[in-house]
């Protein structure tokens, strides 16, 4: 009977620490409601049959709220998150921090695969603190047959004196296409993540050598006079509530002549099944104006783990898993390889497959490859960045100068009246934090 009795207890204890061991690997992931990460969570059984004994947990938020999230979370050591979505503005930031746990792949991964641009982007001090999910620069998507129907040929690298030209030419609210569509929701990685682009084209920055924003400057009051203007006159009518989701369902549905963005949107706009215009698109580099330097943005959406994890073998696995060539291969060959996520890997634009049905990949991957964080300003610059200043500050300033642009986009203040509040803005942040008194 006490034997009976002991080895009840025996399994008892046993099936008890097998529970423990299955909830302690659970891995919560925060991430952003874009096409390719709802599509990664399509895959989770793949990985959990893979990998036994590791569940995944999704928490999937629209952008700016995922960026408030994951930035109160690592800074308190909140540890809600094991795997959390992050990009190039903060990996090297919060790796200089100690926050970020180096991510350390095996000789599978083939690290050395990654694009060198995207791979610099995530690393401090030639550690890897971030794995690429997918990688973008940003470039000129149009309808070819709106451009063909009234004559004009779009050059590979346009300017912008070109493109208003032309949305002018194909604007036509009556029938429900608009000549061009751009981002006007606010936020640092919304609004002004183009409008930077734009600023760096005509000749700004956002800080001189001594730190002093430059939001004031005749580039900046050229380029968002321009930038209003243009989506006034030829943009879809709620522009200032537009950002990437919102203007991707508008060119799917055939209502954008025009749009500057993510090339990771080329992907969803070639495919028959989601885009009514499918074949009618075409692409060049993003336009330029005064110079080319910074006309087009460097980013990856990227997987981290935070430092003080207690579940880092786990989470390294999934991160590895996540970014490899395998899950690449994997989505290629069940989804379709227009389907995969670019951006990464050098393997990737050498894939037959990938070129076969990608129309967009040598556009693509000459924007990428063209991009420069460290010289990305006409004027000489103190940070690094193409579409942000790579500073702490930087977020909280982006987000106040998003707001006083949307409302300047929607005619609730004039553009110098939201310039100067947020020169000031910048001002106050930038004295608070010591850069200069």
């Known amino acids: 009977m006490k034997l009976k009795v002991r080895l009840t207890l025996a399994a008892t204890l046993v099936l008890s620490l097998c529970g423990m061991t299955h909830a302690a690997t659970e891995l919560v992931i925060a991430t952003v409601n874009n096409g390719h990460m709802i599509e990664m969570q399509k895959h989770t059984k793949e990985f959990e049959a893979a990998n036994p004994g590791i569940t995944l947990k999704w928490v999937t938020l629209e952008e700016g709220v995922l960026r408030q999230r994951v930035t109160t979370d690592i800074a308190t050591k909140g540890g809600q998150f094991d795997v959390m979505t992050i990009g190039m503005y903060e990996t090297p930031i919060w790796g200089k921090k100690g926050w970020l746990t180096e991510i350390k792949p095996d000789a599978a991964y083939d690290v050395n695969d990654l694009l060198p641009a995207i791979r610099d982007g995530l690393s401090v001090d030639g550690k890897l603190y971030a794995a690429p999910f997918y990688g973008e620069s940003s470039m000129l998507m149009y309808r070819k047959d709106l451009a063909d129907k009234v004559g004009v040929k779009v050059s590979d690298h346009p300017t912008w004196t070109e493109v208003k030209d032309l949305a002018a030419k194909i604007n036509d609210p009556k029938d429900g296409v608009y000549g061009i569509c751009l981002r006007g929701k606010p936020g ?250």
């Open 188 to 437: 640092w990685g919304d609004n002004m993540a183009f409008l930077s682009t734009l600023v760096n084209t005509y000749g700004g920055q956002w800080f001189d050598m001594k730190w002093k924003p430059q939001l004031e400057s005749k580039p900046w009051k050229t380029a968002i006079n321009f930038y209003v203007d243009l989506l006034n006159k030829y943009g879809p009518p709620g522009s200032s509530a537009n950002s990437f989701n919102e203007i991707l369902a508008l060119y799917n549905e055939g209502k954008c002549g025009m749009w500057v963005d993510a090339t990771i949107a080329a992907s969803f706009i070639t495919d028959p099944k989601q885009s009514k215009v499918a074949d009618k698109v075409a692409f060049a580099q993003a336009p330029i104006a005064v110079t080319p330097k910074g006309a087009n943005w460097l980013w990856a959406w990227a997987l981290a783990i935070p430092a003080g994890s207690q579940k880092v073998e786990a989470a390294t696995k999934f991160v590895t898993w996540a970014t490899s060539k395998d899950y690449i291969n994997l989505i290629g060959k069940e989804v379709g390889w227009g389907h995969v996520p670019t951006g990464t890997r050098k393997s990737t634009y050498t894939n037959a497959e990938f070129l076969k049905v990608a129309r967009f990949a040598a556009a693509e991957k000459a924007a990428i490859d063209s991009a420069n964080p460290n010289d990305a300003t006409l004027p000489k610059s103190p940070y690094v960045g193409v579409q942000y200043a790579a500073i702490p500050e930087f977020q909280a300033i982006g987000t106040t100068v998003g707001q006083q642009m949307s409302a300047a986009l929607a005619g609730k203040i004039s553009v110098d009246a939201a310039l100067k509040a947020s020169q000031l803005a910048a001002e106050r942040q930038m004295t608070r934090a010591g850069y200069y008194k």
